[in-house]
């Protein structure tokens, strides 16, 4: 069954509809009934803007329902989808049986499972990287940027609609993978692999 956290129980601030809170560190909500975007602070709800209406997709995960995935499982209480212009790509927000958080990206076919780690690399925003380049035993395969446009579910993290969002990829070996997440503030570092879509079972 589906965890929901019952002490936290707020109203939307715009429509004042209940929002289901699934996620105990649940940092941004979005309101089911009107789609406000509502920043969760310890008591306090406050209206941050309008998520758009993402329109739905055919996906083989769905928010709230679980699936497992090399016998462990995994609920999936939150998206965010980013445009790069001819397309989009879509950051799922999961949680696993004993609470931990994972980061699900799915583009077009390909998936990579990835947590976040607390591990700095030393590269500023500004910092140029070059497909191909090698640091230690990983290698640059990917950048990317995109924007922002919109999220569903709850996140643990506050992002920011319409804001323009790199990454790297860095592989190491068979399928193993590190993303980094450059912002003005910080850079963010995901350790995880590129997974089989058939080995998701729902
Ligand atoms: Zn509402």
Redesign the pocket.
Known sequence: MLYKDEQKSHN?P????LLNIYFKYAKLIK??????AIFLEDDAVKLIGQSAVLSPEPSLIQLHKPFKFQNKRFTPLGKIRYSYGRGFWEEWFLKDDKNQEFWLSIDEGDFVLEEKIKFSLPFKKNHTFKVGQNFNEYQVTEIGTGVCVGFEGELPEVIKLDESHTYVHLSRGHGELLTLELSDNETMTFKGQWIDPLEIKV
Request: proline residues 0%; glycine residues 18%; aromatic residues 0%.
């Open positions: 939307c715009q429509c004042g509809d309101c089911n009934s009107c789609g406000s």
